[in-house]
């Protein structure tokens, strides 16, 4: 025979839950993520259709990524240690990611902020500087 839940029980558990919540509120009342911190990373602009499928990279695959990046495909920054990030433009200033497209197979520095989702590291170009 089952035993049935006291109320006042019920109404404990209720009211936790409710001051978790009004918490988690509190903290953000935007309900939003906190901004990503700005950091700066320095590698090698990649053309990422070329470089995923056939590991194409440095000046002698310069004017091949200048002309895929041109064309929309993907750009990509490869640090001195192997990360690669994903390069995607600020949504409220676009004009340091378009700089970036010129840059295909040289060193640069890239300030932004990083996102991760699923294995996936994305850097929003805030600024871009050759080196």
């Not at 010129?102 to 990083?114: L, M, P, R």
Request: proline share 4%; with cysteine.
């Amino acid at each position: 025979m089952k035993k049935a839940v006291p109320v006042s029980t019920l109404a404990v558990l209720l009211l936790l839950t409710l001051l978790s919540f009004a918490s988690l509120r509190a903290a953000d009342p935007k309900g939003q993520m906190a901004s990503p911190q700005s950091v700066t990373v320095k590698g090698e602009v990649l053309d990422m259709a070329c470089y995923t499928a056939k590991g194409a990279m440095g000046a002698k695959h310069r004017e091949c990524a200048l002309a895929c990046l041109k064309m929309g495909q993907p750009m990509g920054l490869r640090t001195s240690d192997g990360t690669v990030y994903l390069l995607v433009a600020d949504h409220q200033n676009s004009k340091p990611f378009d700089e970036a497209k010129g840059y295909a197979a040289d060193q640069v520095e890239v300030t932004g902020s990083v996102a991760e989702r699923d294995g996936l590291s994305a850097l929003t170009v805030e600024s871009i500087k050759k080196l």
